[in-house]
């Protein structure tokens, strides 16, 4: 552990992200499409959003769940919340009905806030809790436009006529008292391997989030403007675009909209719509897909049109190529680093001014990690091994789920379910998650190392590698590729390619050529749903 101090036994980590504003209370702390909110307006709405869930009859240690697009709502809504002593649930804004009946039934959630655009895939969601008698929700707060005052028996109210009530303060409603041990929130976790996981997380885990990565890593600081394209209901997203900016005082841009690379320039050259004056982002947050798609964009801004000192890559592992071309355009950095949604952020990192490219650096200052066999044993150096994690940010566990929650929280370590190599100087180097690694002639294969060494070739904008059997029964690598537009090649140039890069037995022995990879929300790259389109 760093030198930190450690929060007092009684916390409330959304008073303490006010308290560390309270000398600025005019600056910008977030801007959307529509406007700004500053420090002092984003304490006293969410003291409104505090008296308003009081008022629902919602008390401390409930759930309400957030259901939003990114706008200047969506931090009031949590912080709000969490000021109040009750428990909000992000949840991705791109899952289906079903999705969202089954997080309804399982959070049993009292509240609902829940963007305009949003409200048909919510009432469907409630009208099948309804229907199987598991709704609790009592209340649905929207964010935007509505003219609705009941939604399927529940009562509806706007956000925007709450913050029409001008005279409340902060002082005039209660802050619950919390301990910094208490469940703050909750984040779901993918569901690609069964149901998704609510993963409870305390108010001390952003504490050390912020501490740890935010400020000793990344080196913010209230100078820096901040935008992320991963969204707020996201681990990643979540300190990228609100704890992190809040714990040091920096001014957030939040973006509705998909962070398309058009999206993004427009915001990298300072036009947001609702600010009065060029705020161009010092800090960019993104994903390899994303950055793979920017770089090969017709429109990427020059050196000169942005003001970023550097940006940040999580969600996978970072292609040295790709960091390597957008420093070469650029001038600045690509920090890649590992987090996790049962650790909250990143704890596995290059750092600014070390980056070490190909590989995802060094452990964060006050995690330690290891890396085991199948016999639970540890690995030398440049073997791989499943990755385990120890630190303060550590989840507490999978809501009404003991069997998943004693696989991954094991003491005090967390299994991450990534495979990694260690190396001499003591970076790391991802091998895959655990169950995407490939044994090829007896000799473990990483779909990532064959995935990177494709996409050093000049016409390969992505590629995705799985095991597939043969006719003898055995496994072979196979390659799904994307091209760039306008750029060709075909199946015999790739593999001698990889040949001459890699050893031999690791050359893709299947080359298939697609329009598009199937992805997660975050841009992970869906290996399953290809290795299913071959039995």
Known sequence: MTNHTEPADLFNIAQYLFDQNAARPNKAAFIDDFGQLTFSQLEARCALVGRAVDAAGIRPEERVVILMHDNVDWPVAFLGAIRAGVVPVAVNTLLTTEDYAYMLAHSKAQAVFVSAALLPVLQAAIEQTQAEQLCTVNTIFVSGITSLTECVGIKVQSLGSLWAETTITTKSTKQVATHKDDPAFWLYSSGSTGRPKGTVHTHANIYWTCKLYGQDVLGLNENDVCFSAAKLF???????????????????ILMAERPTPDAVFKRWRGHVAGAANLFKPTIFYGAPTGFAGMLAAPNL???????????????????????????????????????????????????????????????????????????????????????????????????????????????????SGDKYVRNENGTYTYSGRGDDMLKVSGIYVSPFEVESTLMQHDAVLEAAVIGVTDADGLTKTKAYVVLKSEQSTDEAALKLFVKDRLAPFKYPRFIEFVNELPKTATGKIQRFKLRALNG
């Open 301 to 415: 801004p020059s050196r000169t049109e942005v003001a970023l000192r550097f940006a940040s890559s999580a969600g996978e592992a970072l292609p040295a190529e790709l960091g390597q071309k957008f420093k070469a355009h650029f001038g600045i950095d690509i920090v890649d680093g590992i987090g996790s949604t049962e650790m909250l952020h990143i704890y596995l990192s290059n750092l600014p001014g070390n980056v070490q490219y190909g590989t995802t650096g060094f452990p964060v200052p006050g995690y330690e990690v290891q890396l085991r066999g199948d016999d639970g044993q540890l690995v030398e150096d440049g073997q791989p091994g499943d990755l385990y994690v120890k630190g303060p940010s550590a989840a507490l566990m999978y809501w009404s789920n003991r069997t998943k929650s004693r696989e991954t929280f094991q003491g005090e370590w967390t299994k």
């Open 234 to 252: 996201f681990a990643y997203g979540l300190g990228n675009a609100l704890t992190f900016p809040l714990s040091v005082g920096a001014t957030t």
